[in-house]
């Protein structure tokens, strides 16, 4: 059995449709872009608060379609249903982009607007989300228009990629490009940009209201059909036999025939449904995750004199999605068909394996970009020892196994102990060399220290009253570096100088960050930005050094009464300062998952589902979405102390789902559904068809 051949033309209403999923999809992918550096960077949340508050805004945009449904399918109708969210949509990117531009707001008021708008554009698209694609659907008669209703799915996503793909370039470069409000950034205008957008959306739908074709919503269809499950489930627990063939038939003494098919229907579909959500957990983090990734790369095309954004890397996503959606017939689906892969539930599977592979990769670039870290066998311990001094410094030790090493002037040098108890005091004699002539004991120091087992201990030569002195830095070395990838600097310094303030660290970019001496006093390794810095003092530049991501950093400063201040840096496990293009490998495998799933899953979802509750079934599959997003809210409040891990850890839950998907689809039976355009209640009959011989969309 084959669907009928077209002879009936392609409603023009639908062009409507597309062009205003496009001017949304532009602005929802735009601001999504840029949201969690507009978190990170002006509302002063931390990386792990930002990421929980993007997921939990997709959660909501996500969630929000299962009231849409509701209001489409048994109320309002899908065109009223679309107008009326558009517009609470648009008056939360107003809301947003007024918080941005609130700078003499204190911040927990910019927090609350910022956190209002967000809230009234989850509102807004995920009331819209569930009725856009099926009102676009309602616009065909099936099965004679199957064939240009593939067509619509593929325009409609289309449209998503294009807008998706203008606005994640675009939106990064106002936001970053121009300068407004006292700031270096712009995201007013960025926001402003993607509100406008929105506008044109909804004038775009309202163009076409004489066109549509505008299906009466059917009172309580959805709660119909829960009500339908929860009194076949009841009626299954009363009775304890049942001569039904399926225990939803129990209902049929209540509801009507159709009712209890579309039901069956409907669980049906709904039961591959809980294979999707890890996937969206791993999708939406392109957004976030990812995103914080390529903060902490090199983006700088010199050639051009340009440089990519951290959030402007998502640009490749749409881009090469658009490609891969062009050639869905002619060479990807027939790739995958020579490796059996034909049928809606395998290209979803094979999707999944693609999610996989692309976190891994993700795994194994953050790794690199972190580097190796220092670990201290259980059973030795090590000791490190700066010199403080403008002279040599020799140490003699019996104890240790060494004789006649020389520490140069702010020099350091390391040894490695095997301690015989869990912690072994240790002698230690140096000598400084006669040329520290401004010390009046600059003899033979005979000192103890401490050295511990798994663990490394620092010391610092310097003096007190004329008096030379061996100090231990009060803290144990803290080698693991923080999950933000940000380099970790403790600064040490002469006593006389350690609570300083006309010493100060400052930033020689854009941002403007310093540090005064004196909030290192304590000695412990501090969190900073990375990038290029100056000491000055008192005014003058003293030096320049720079801070690479996810690297250790000493700073060793010394006061000479007749010079000022003098310094070295020290970086230990240092990191790799990769170039952003290294995340391309990743994104390719996530587009080829994203791009197979979203479109495979949309007509799927659509065909498979009766035509009373194609609304229901869409605002379901968002659902999915949302869940996913929420997995990623949960992980992210557990505070996996490594992002690596992490990575493995959704890899882990992404092959596991793989293959519940393969088990949740080995006895799947494919259907189809007669949809006519005549929308009279009493004609308007479902006919069931089994597919499993039949391809509807013929791949």
């Given amino acids: 059995m084959e669907p009928t051949k077209n002879k009936l033309k392609s409603p023009k209403s639908v062009w409507f449709i597309v062009c205003q999923e496009l001017c949304e999809r532009f602005n929802y992918y735009g601001l999504r872009t840029i949201l969690v550096l507009y978190l990170t960077s002006i509302l002063n949340y931390s990386n792990d608060e930002s990421t929980m508050i993007y997921h939990g805004f997709i959660f909501l945009s996500y969630f929000m379609p299962l009231f849409g449904a509701i209001l489409g399918d048994s109320y309002w109708g899908k065109f009223k249903t679309i107008m009326r969210l558009s517009i609470v949509y648009a008056l939360g990117n107003i809301i947003l982009t007024g918080a941005s531009m609130a700078n003499d707001f204190t911040l927990d008021n910019q927090r609350f607007i910022a956190i209002v708008g967000l809230i009234c554009i989850a509102l807004g698209t995920g009331g819209i989300k569930p009725c856009a694609c099926t009102f676009g659907g309602d616009q065909f008669q099936l099965p004679e228009q199957q064939d ?134 791993l999708y939406e983090q392109q957004g976030s995750r990812w995103t914080l ?242 000491l000055v003092h008192r005014g003058g530049l003293v030096s320049n050094i720079y801070l690479m991501p996810a690297t250790i950093y000493t700073l060793v400063i010394r006061n000479d009464h007749d010079h000022g201040p003098e310094l070295k840096l020290y970086a230990t496990d240092e990191g790799n300062y990769l170039h952003i293009l290294w995340q391309t490998p990743q994104y390719v495998c996530m587009i080829i998952a994203d791009v197979v799933f979203i479109a495979t899953t949309i007509e799927f979802s659509f065909t498979e589902a009766p035509p009373r509750i194609k609304s229901f079934i869409s605002a379901c599959y968002s659902m999915t979405q949302s869940i996913g997003n929420l997995i990623v809210v949960i992980v992210s409040a557990l505070s996996i102390r490594q992002q690596v891990h992490e990575y493995l850890f959704y890899s882990g839950l992404m092959l596991a789902n793989t293959f519940l998907l393969i088990y949740l689809s080995h006895n799947y039976k494919y259907k189809a559904f007669r949809q006519r355009l005549n929308d009279n209640e009493d004609n308007d009959k479902n006919i069931i068809v089994n597919q499993n011989e039949i391809q509807l969309d013929g791949k």
């Fill in 148 to 281: 240009q209703l593939t067509k619509f799915f593929n325009r409609f996503i289309t449209a998503i990629y294009i807008g998706s793909l203008i606005s994640t370039f675009l939106a990064p470069e106002l936001r970053k490009s121009v300068q407004c409000f006292g700031r270096d950034t712009c995201f007013p205008l960025a926001f402003g940009v993607l509100s406008l957008l929105m506008i044109t959306a909804i004038v775009i739908f309202i163009l076409g209201r004489n066109l549509y074709v505008k299906r009466k919503p059917e009172n309580h269809v959805i709660f119909k059909t829960f009500g339908c499950i929860f009194y076949a489930a009841h009626k299954k627990i009363i009775l304890s036999t049942s001569n039904n063939d399926h225990w939803l038939d129990n209902a049929e003494n209540k509801y009507s025939k159709i009712e209890v098919s579309d039901t069956k229907a409907a669980l049906e579909v709904l039961y591959t449904f809980i294979a999707y959500p890890l996937f969206w957990a």
């Fill in 293 to 534: 990734q390529a903060t902490l790369m090199n983006g700088k095309i010199e050639s051009v004199g340009w440089e990519i954004k951290p959030d402007q890397i998502q640009t490749i996503h749409p881009l090469l999605a658009l490609l891969l959606i062009l050639s869905f017939d002619h060479i990807l689906y027939p790739f995958l068909a020579k490796f059996g892969i034909r049928r809606p539930l395998q290209k979803i599977i094979f999707s999944n394996f693609m999610a996989v592979l692309a976190f891994i990769l993700a795994a194994v670039l953050h790794y690199k970009i972190f580097g190796d870290s220092t670990v201290i066998p259980t059973t030795k311990g090590q000791f490190v020892v700066y010199n403080g001094f403008n002279c040599n410094a020799r140490i003699l030790s019996s104890s240790l196994w060494v004789d006649n090493i020389d520490i140069d002037p702010l020099g350091s040098t390391k040894f490695k102990y095997t301690p015989k108890s869990d912690e072994d005091i240790v002698n230690i004699k140096l000598k400084l060399n006669k040329s520290c002539n401004s010390y009046v004991n600059y003899g033979n120091l005979n000192t103890n220290i401490t050295v511990s087992r798994g663990e490394s201990i620092s010391y610092f030569l310097t003096s007190s009253k004329k008096e030379v002195k061996l100090r231990r830095i009060n803290h144990y070395d803290d080698f693991i570096k923080p999950k933000n990838g940000y380099p970790s600097l403790r600064i040490i310094t002469d006593d006389d100088i350690k609570k300083d303030e006309s010493i100060v660290l400052v930033t020689t970019g854009k941002n403007h960050l310093s540090y005064n001496i004196s909030s290192f006093a304590n000695e412990n390794f501090k969190q900073v930005a990375f990038g290029n810095y100056s």
